[in-house]
């Protein structure tokens, strides 16, 4: 079992910056992938922010630019850099990682950005 802690989220006015972070019970040098997803009131969840096994980084399309997604093995931690917010980045921001067999969820932290 794999736990994720979230911290970091809070409430930011538009074109502010936030960092959020993820610290796994377990070295993430073993997850095939480690990132982020969000999910906003009424909408699915998606893809913000992920690194895999080989190195590659995927960002979704609407926060290019913005946002940097980082880790420190020997912290075994990932790390949401969020710059330049804007109110549809308000969401729960979710840590996400996932082993060749099973897959695992943070509790969520939420990030609200106002106009």
């Known amino acids: 079992q794999v736990q994720l802690v979230e911290s970091g989220g809070g409430l930011v006015q538009a074109g502010g910056s936030l960092r959020l972070s993820c610290a796994a019970s377990r070295s993430t040098l073993g997850f095939a992938v480690i990132g982020w997803y969000r999910q906003a009131p009424g909408k699915s969840r998606e893809l913000v922010a992920a690194?895999?096994?080989?190195?590659?980084?995927n960002y979704g399309d609407s926060v290019k630019g913005r946002f940097t997604i980082s880790r420190d093995n020997a912290q075994n931690s990932v790390y949401l850099q969020m710059n330049r917010l804007k109110p549809e980045d308000t969401a729960v921001y979710y840590c996400y990682a996932q082993l060749i067999l099973a897959a695992y969820w943070g509790q969520g932290t939420q990030v609200t950005v106002s106009s």
């Open positions: 690194l895999n096994s080989g190195g590659s980084i």
